[in-house]
């Protein structure tokens, strides 16, 4: 580490510092001024429990004989022990650990992931040998690079079967993917929570898990295969520019249906909603921190990436899968992309809201979800919900064609206001009978797209999927 961060090391305590004196005018009374150290103060890290942790950590065995992971482990415990969990980014620590230049492309140069999936390895070795006394634990969940210090007592192993952990537990990919693409990684084991959690799920999560068994497993089983000439695909996947392909991350979606609280993209960027999140009543410490650290995402998902996979404009030397916690604002701007998922699981989406007409609104409570227009058109809608309960379900989904960040390239985004909707869209995608006359507005002289959005009705009756319609559609120049 730089010289300028000795203090870090232990070199100072956290004791007060007399600045000076100040007189009062009225009295006469001089007062010494102590300076006080914050909780955030350098001063005070050396004295903190999860410091002296991470610098035994460092000096065990298993990372000692490396000259890069005890730094990388005391960088990123060092920026969050001080309020800067917003500062560890893969860019950063490429900069600051790995000497890479300001400007380096993480998306070519991987060291930085490479080094995270070694600390996690060596991390677990230590909490499982020399440190399982330990009475505070790191973990660096997957997807981010914010360490997490646990120092609750584990689960009693006599507790029921988590239904959460069974009930969204990744599923890998049937097709084979690019050597180069990261996908949600299985679960090792079920955790184990209280009775009471497994109510609270019941009621509060049980839309999403409910659409998962009636809607998408089926989906899974039929995997279509998108038509061979559409336009969009010609676009997307180019041989001269990357493709990156963004599945939802349900765990996130979740989690804020269990706390009510609804994550900016600022704190999803920064990795604080990770750390920041209260205590839920009656669910365990094991499940919160397996909902922070899995790669959770849906059935839906995993389907709709499968079948990009098998599409002839295709291109696996170009395209990479990766999990929404694993990317930054900086990937999406290099490459193309389809983002699978709204804001309320994707929050990547929300860097492209400015450009969309239809908004999805998500509320603290479960279901209760929306796509506002802001700009109706003849008999279209203001607000469209989605509804719940009887035997009819509606919903809705949309497909938004935009430019990339970068204006030189292109993001689709497939969403839906729940899972159903947003394999509806997808699916109007497949559908040549229901793409062919709006694709034909939005083409170019030239061959290319216009850029667009179109918003997808779709409803469910019991099991079965009655298949969606576009409603609306704008196009733009």
């Known amino acids: 580490m730089p010289d300028d961060r000795e203090w870090s090391y232990g070199k100072r305590s956290g004791t007060p510092r007399v600045m000076g004196k100040v007189t009062s005018g009225s009295s006469g009374d ?16 050396s004295e903190r429990p999860e410091w ?70 060596r991390l677990d070795e230590y909490f499982e040998g020399e440190g399982r006394d330990e009475p505070i634990r790191i973990v660096i969940p997957r997807g981010g690079y914010v360490p997490v210090f646990q120092q609750e007592p584990a689960i009693e192993s006599q507790a029921p079967p988590s239904s959460l952990g069974d009930s969204l537990a990744p599923i890998q990919l049937s097709a084979k993917l690019p050597d180069t693409a990261e996908i949600p990684k299985p679960v090792a084991a079920a955790r184990r929570v209280s009775t009471g959690f497994a109510l609270a799920i019941g009621l509060v999560a049980g839309v999403l898990l409910t659409w998962t068994v009636r809607f998408a497993v089926h ?20 041989p001269n520019r990357n493709m990156l392909i963004v599945p939802s991350d349900s765990g996130l979606g979740v989690l804020q249906n269990i706390t009510g609280h609804l994550v900016t993209l600022e704190e999803y960027a920064s990795g604080t909603y990770l750390t920041d999140t209260k205590p839920v009543p009656m669910l365990s410490v094991g499940n919160m921190n397996d909902l922070r650290q899995q790669r959770y995402t849906s059935v839906v998902s995993l389907n709709i990436t499968n079948t990009l996979t098998q599409l002839p404009e295709f291109t696996p030397s170009r395209t990479q899968i990766r999990y929404a916690r694993s990317i930054t604002a900086e990937d999406l701007k290099r490459s193309n992309v389809i983002l699978l998922g709204s804001v309320h699981t994707n929050p990547w989406v929300a860097l492209f809201e400015k450009n969309l007409n239809f908004k999805f609104e998500y509320t603290s409570e479960v279901d209760q979800s929306y ?47 729940n899972m159903a909707a947003t394999q509806a869209a997808a699916d109007i995608l497949s559908n040549a009978a229901e793409m062919k006359p709006v694709l034909k507005q939005a083409l170019l002289p030239d061959g290319s797209l216009k850029s667009f959005e179109f918003l997808v009705e779709t409803s469910s009756i019991g099991a079965n999927d009655p298949g969606g319609h576009i409603i609306a559609t704008r196009f733009y120049q």
């Open 30 to 45: 001089t007062a010494v001024l102590v300076e006080e150290p914050q909780p955030n103060d350098p001063r005070n890290l």
């Open 52 to 121: 002296k942790l991470a610098c035994r950590v460092a000096a065990s065995k298993g990372l000692s004989k490396s000259d890069l992971l005890p730094k990388f482990l005391q960088y990123v415990c060092e920026q969050q022990l001080l309020g800067n969990a917003h500062e560890i980014t893969e860019q950063r620590i490429g900069t600051q650990i790995f000497n890479r230049a300001p400007d380096y492309n993480p998306g070519e140069d991987n060291i930085v992931r490479s080094y995270a999936r070694l600390l996690r390895k």
């Open 219 to 238: 989906k899974m089983q039929d995997t279509k295969v998108l038509g061979p000439a559409h336009p969009i695909w010609a676009q997307l996947f180019q």
């Open 371 to 417: 796509v506002l227009n802001d700009h109706p058109l003849g008999t279209e809608q203001q607000r469209y919900s989605n509804g719940i309960g009887g035997t009819t379900n509606r919903t809705y989904g949309a497909i938004d064609y935009l430019p990339s960040l970068d204006g030189k390239g292109h993001v689709l985004i497939i969403q839906g206001l």
